[in-house]
């Protein structure tokens, strides 16, 4: 399994990106899908996840803000991120999950400044 995370970059506060992550290799549409995120210094943490059955789960400090979901028929999960304020600069991983089967894709860097 592959996954190929994009859409990262810098933006102002308050801008928005929208991130992807494209998974080969496996039956997408089966697979839990989720977005984390590492800050400098700061443990990986998740961000938003969306279950095989297009159930979703924030974490607090983007709820809101920040929306996850997937499109099965190009094995895409996307985070749109909107209203993005200078603590949500991170290197954002996407990961899929099945039963024991866990998949990371390489981290996009995003940076909120100024």
């Known amino acids: 399994v592959q996954l190929q995370a994009s859409g990262g970059g810098l933006v102002q506060p308050g801008g928005s990106l929208r991130l992807s992550c494209a998974a080969s290799g496996t039956r997408f549409s089966l697979y839990a899908a989720s977005w984390y995120r590492q800050a400098p210094g700061k443990q990986r943490e998740l961000v938003a996840g969306?279950?095989?059955?297009?159930?979703?789960n924030y974490a607090d400090s983007v709820k809101g803000r920040f929306t996850i979901s997937r499109e099965n028929a190009v094995n895409t999960v996307y985070l749109q991120m909107n209203s993005l304020k200078v603590e949500d600069t991170a290197v954002y991983y996407c990961?899929?999950?099945?039963?024991?089967?866990?998949?990371w894709g390489q981290g996009t860097q995003v940076t909120v400044s100024s």
């Open positions: 990961n899929v999950k099945r039963w024991s089967y866990d998949f």
């Open positions: 969306i279950t095989s059955g297009y159930s979703t």
